[in-house]
């Protein structure tokens, strides 16, 4: 028997409608239907990628949110079944299986669109997620998929920021004065985490396909880790081997942009990376990272550290800084110079002479020739920021030097040590010493500006202190070799002469008169490897005596002790 309801689902405020329990049910959704949405969504969350779990696991709605939402579906779908058959009077609304029907309907799509949106949103790194986030990071770069590790370096880009902030929340110093007060000092659990995520994040090969292929996630990464930069140290592992990876790798945005086209007309990268001087500072093992004494160095290399050079030295002019103080930005820079150029002398020590020139180690010698040339110039360029530096020839040490005085003469310096031990590989030598030489000691005297009198009188005092032990002491390498090879011994009669080269060639060969002789008497092998292979030693007439390549014989009397004058430094 049919029963008349006044109104649908039994609610006073909809329209009136027919119900009869006895009639079969018209069945909007099914329990087949539920099952295979269940399947369907169960086999979605199976073959999501990587990043696409790590977003919905980083995410409220995530697959286990979605499998309680199917799970309650199919609950309504069986209670929609088990309402007609019930003997009871149907209850208004609960009473109805199309509200059970459509309530299952409602989950289920609800479970569906939230997956789609769970996986197609950028995941957020918050206090709350930050475990989650640092698993699921863990996960992927534990694995080492190269595809995963591409698109993980893309994923974290849009919570840099959050990342940076929650570590720099950490004060090393404040945590160090407490530990040695015996006092405690909290870290909350996010800031831990943020830490040990940056530490993860400095995995080689993460690091390798990041700069590679996603640059803007490193941009940004330096780009925080510079704001308001106070020597927080916890980003070290990772900005080094960022750094290390961009040089060591061909098809990184460092190279990429070197070139004279395409990136190469903004080089925002390489000027990110190095072109901030507190940063620099702060971070003052900034190019150590690079392992060139590892493997062997690359063109491609040289060419990008040396456009790295230019970016840290006039970051530190146009910083604003104090000049006065040390810059560990440039102490960094000329020990890596220092130590290419040691590398580089060293593996030619193996050539034969004929084979310098070709080799690669040459080219790269070469280049580094130009990366001293291009100091010297920008040094020329903002030489009227720098403040007048006392300078007193008896007491100064170069270690102490902090001016970029002090720190360009030490490099050069460097460099011509460097070559001065593979002297006996002949002229060639020569060629990668006398373009620096020349800018240094120019021939003319109108060009010896004051900041080349400066590098001058602090070149000539690193170069006679190893003259002297070469000559007295008989200390390799032997500096004295190179400079005879730079100058010849050709001796200009004109003391009244101010410029500084030909000051410099006078007290030179004042040093080569004093103490020559001496030297061969007490061993006379020794001495001679003082000398360049051109260069011969008459002991019975006391000359030294250069074959020039023109087939000339120029002589140095060591026994003449004519006017000489000194240098007033």
Not at 242 to 248: D, V
Not at 452 to 460: F, G
């Amino acid at each position: 028997m049919s029963q008349n309801f006044p109104c649908l689902l039994g609610l006073s405020s909809l329209e009136t409608c027919f119900y009869d329990p006895k009639l079969p049910p018209h069945i909007y959704f099914s329990f087949g239907e539920v099952i295979a949405a269940t399947a369907l969504l169960i086999a979605l969350t199976q073959l999501l990628s990587p990043i696409k779990k790590f977003r919905l696991s980083n995410f409220w709605f995530n697959a286990n949110v979605a499998y309680v939402f199917l799970l309650l579906s199919i609950i309504f779908i069986f209670v929609s079944h088990v309402v007609p058959i019930l003997p009871l009077t149907p209850k208004p609304v609960i009473g109805y299986p199309v509200f059970w029907e459509l309530l299952a309907g409602i989950f289920v799509t609800s479970s569906i669109m939230g997956l789609i949106w769970g996986i197609n949103r950028q995941s957020r790194y918050e206090w709350e997620n930050c475990a989650k986030y640092f698993n699921e990071c863990f996960r992927i770069i534990s694995k080492g998929n190269d595809s995963e590790l591409i698109e993980l370096s893309g994923e974290i880009r849009p919570n840099v920021k959050k990342i940076v902030n929650f570590s720099k929340q950490y004060h090393y110093w404040e945590a160090k004065e407490a530990k040695d007060e015996d006092k405690p000092y909290y870290v909350p659990d996010h800031v831990v985490i943020s830490l040990d995520l940056l530490n993860l994040l400095s995995d080689e090969k993460f690091c390798r396909l990041m700069v590679i292929h996603n640059p803007f996630t490193v941009v940004d990464i330096f780009r925080e880790l510079q704001k308001g930069h106070g020597g927080f140290s916890g980003a070290n592992a990772l900005v080094q081997e960022i750094i290390n990876q961009a040089l060591i790798n061909p098809d990184s945005i460092l190279y990429r942009e070197n070139k004279y086209s395409g990136l190469g007309h903004w080089k925002g990268f390489t000027q990110i990376m190095f072109g901030n001087d507190q940063f620099n500072n702060n971070f003052n093992t900034l190019l150590q990272p690079w392992g060139y004494w590892k493997d062997e160095i690359h063109i491609w290399q040289i060419e990008a550290f040396e456009n790295i050079a230019t970016i840290v030295v006039e970051a530190y002019f146009q910083s604003g800084r104090d000049f006065w103080q040390h810059s560990f930005a440039l102490n960094n820079l000329f020990r890596t110079l220092d130590g290419i150029s040691l590398q580089q002398t060293f593996s030619l020590k193996t050539k034969l002479e004929d084979e310098v020139y070709q080799t690669k180690e040459y080219e790269v010698l070469s280049r580094m020739e130009g990366i001293f040339k291009k100091q010297i110039e920008l040094g020329e360029k903002y030489s009227d920021k720098l403040p007048i530096y006392p300078f007193n020839s008896q007491e100064y040490d170069s270690l102490k030097d902090s001016s970029f005085y002090g720190f360009l003469a030490k490099g050069i310096y460097d460099f011509f040590e460097r070559l001065s031990s593979m002297i006996s590989k002949g002229h060639d030598v020569r060629t990668l010493a006398i373009g620096i030489w020349l800018d240094i000691f120019t021939v003319s005297e109108g060009l010896e500006t004051p900041f080349i009198k400066e590098i001058q009188k602090r070149l000539q005092l690193l170069l006679f202190d190893k003259v002297k032990q070469n000559l007295n002491d008989q200390y390799y390498p032997p500096i004295t070799a190179l400079l005879i090879d730079i100058l010849g011994l050709y001796e200009q009669e004109a003391p009244q002469d101010n410029r500084g080269a030909v000051r410099f060639r006078g007290e030179f060969f004042d040093h080569l008169r004093n103490n020559f002789e001496a030297s061969a008497r007490k061993n006379k092998k020794k001495a001679l490897d003082m000398l360049p292979k051109n260069v011969e030693y008459d002991q019975r007439k006391g000359q030294l005596i250069e074959n020039t390549w023109f087939g000339e014989k120029i002589v140095l009397d060591l026994r003449y002790r004519g006017n000489r004058y000194d240098w007033p430094l």
